[in-house]
């Protein structure tokens, strides 16, 4: 196929490769919107330091205004935290423009606490979408990994911390399904070529991503390399080289269009692009400068970043931390073991030689698109850690929410290690989620007492839906791990004829021609049906 797919097309692919991974995915939806808004009902409102900042950002906005670090909230509520300055007011403005148009009017009305809570459920909205767009990117960087979309959404949805924004007015709830959606854009231009319509999804990604959050310039660059690696890139009349660069300099015009005027504000007020006052920090916050070395070999400062699952339980604890390691070990075994199996021997070669050329010229080019699309995540990953240990130095701290930039690489290769061997994986995605539980039920509080309305209901009724997602996740976990197909071959083997001539069998039409196993065959098909 050399055009884009129909859309039934990709959705065929989809449901071929991935049978039962739909209901591991949206029950994973299900779970993170309801755990979103029991812990948005458990937290009292505007108690964080930053949800005040951004609660105010939001009405200022409405108001047809931007804020200003120095002139501190403009707008407060009659409850909740107070911050000394607008500390979030560096921030490009479009999460706080998609609440306005619901939390102003709530607020401008007299109803404070509804406001908030409107804004909290928008932040759940939000994020939810980040487990979809995560299961639909890594099936498009990797067609033939059937298991991985499945295991990729559940371990999105299960992370303290996603969980935590998703019930908080923060605009990380936006930040990361933008940070996912990226991912997964420059995934499938690596692995499957660029088209029009992808390069459209890059473009609008890439303003959206600097129209949130000036971190997003790790995967706008990303974006920008990985569509001029692609191994195709086709835009109508244009092919080749004019057509990388077209495709290359787009998300960059899109970005600059949709954000630039901000962080040219930015430098005017502030005398930085980022809009950063670390001088204040350092004076007002008891914040201390660093050398970066002693950050990099300080243990606490990777426990701070990295510390996605531990819900609030004690942040200085390793136990929670084993849901993050023991999956990435795992993963690591796993690649040895790819490595050490896959190396040719003279049989191999001899095969090879057998083969036709552009079956070998198929199999180095995606050999070579994995190498790519294993380097960026590296990349991206050590970018983001270089970025943080220089901030921290500054006096910034090493807060976890700041590892979203590389959390989708870091939950693929995680994935990865839980289900590289099939016949175990739903048994070890299932012993995670049974790790998984402690850190999310230390979210909630079911007999909570709080200034909202009925809070403790709510909760109640949120939390029995999200053991509803729980469930299905875990039915969906085990379907998707091939068992029930391994217990129907096994039975349509033990029914087979033994007598007569071997190969004889009507249930083979073709017996001069084997059929494809089924990685091959799933593979193939996904791979026929990708958007190039």
């Not at 047809?64 to 560096?90: C, D, I, K, M």
């Not at 007299?110 to 890594?138: D, F, K, N, Q, Y």
């Not at 996603?162 to 990361?176: E, F, K, R, T, V």
Request: overall charge positive; hydrophobic content about 50%.
């Amino acid at each position: 196929m050399t055009g884009p797919a129909p859309r039934t097309a990709r959705i065929a692919a989809w449901t071929h490769a991935h049978p039962w991974a739909g209901i591991t995915v949206w029950s994973a939806v299900v779970f993170l919107l309801a755990a979103s808004v029991a812990r948005a009902f458990t937290y009292p409102p505007l108690n964080g330091g930053d949800e005040p900042a951004h609660f105010d950002y939001i009405i200022t906005v409405w108001h047809g205004h931007l804020p200003v670090f120095e002139n501190g909230l403009t707008y407060r509520a009659p409850f909740g935290a107070g911050v000394p300055v607008q500390w979030v007011s560096q921030h490009p403005p479009l999460y706080y423009l998609l609440l306005a148009p619901v939390v102003g009017p709530l607020f401008d009305h007299g109803h404070a606490l509804l406001a908030v809570m409107a804004g909290r459920i928008g932040s759940g909205l939000m994020i939810a979408t980040a487990v979809p767009a995560a299961a639909w990117g890594v099936w498009r960087t990797f067609p033939g990994a059937r298991r991985l979309p499945g295991a990729v959404a559940v371990l999105t949805a299960l992370a303290g911390m996603i969980i935590q924004q998703g019930s908080s007015i923060y605009n990380d709830a936006l930040y990361y399904p933008l940070v996912v959606l990226a991912c997964g854009i420059a995934g499938a231009a690596l692995r499957s070529g660029v088209s029009r319509r992808l390069l459209v999804a890059a473009a609008l990604v890439g303003a959206a991503g600097m129209t949130t959050r000036l971190s997003f310039a790790l995967w706008l660059v990303a974006l920008v390399v990985a569509l001029l690696l692609a191994p195709d890139v086709r835009l109508g009349r244009f092919t080749g080289i004019p057509a990388r660069i077209v495709a290359a300099v787009l998300p960059v015009l899109a970005a600059g269009a949709a954000s630039g005027w901000f962080y040219l504000r930015n430098e005017r007020i502030t005398g930085n692009f980022s809009g950063r006052h670390a001088e204040w920090g350092l004076e007002h916050a008891h914040r201390v400068e660093r050398p970066m070395v002693d950050i990099a070999q300080d243990p606490g400062f990777y426990r701070g970043l990295f510390g996605v699952y531990r819900g609030v339980l004690d942040p200085l604890s390793w136990s929670t931390y084993l849901l993050l390691v023991v999956p990435l070990v795992l993963a690591v075994l796993a690649g040895v073991w790819v490595l050490v199996r896959r190396r040719p021997t003279r049989a191999d070669a001899s095969v090879a030689r057998s083969v036709a050329r552009a079956s070998v010229r198929a199999e180095r080019r995606d050999r070579l698109s994995t190498a790519l699309i294993v380097a960026m995540y590296v990349v991206v990953t050590l970018l983001l850690l270089a970025s943080q240990v220089d901030y921290v130095s500054g006096g910034g701290a090493a807060n976890t929410r700041y590892s979203f930039t590389a959390l989708p690489m870091i939950i693929i290769a995680m994935a990865v290690g839980l289900t590289a061997w099939r016949p175990l994986s739903g048994v070890l995605i299932g012993l995670w989620i049974v790790g998984a539980m402690p850190p999310y039920l230390s979210l909630v509080d079911l007999f909570v007492t709080s200034i909202v309305p009925h809070a403790a209901a709510v909760v109640q009724v949120a939390f029995a839906v999200s053991l509803v997602g729980i469930v299905g996740i875990v039915i969906g976990v085990f379907l998707d791990s091939g068992v029930l197909q391994d217990a129907r071959a096994a039975g349509l083997a033990r029914r087979r004829p033994t007598t007569g001539t071997p190969g004889a069998d009507r249930t083979d039409s073709h017996p001069t021609e084997p059929a494809p196993s089924e990685p091959d065959e799933v593979q193939a098909r996904a791979a026929r049906n990708n958007v190039r």
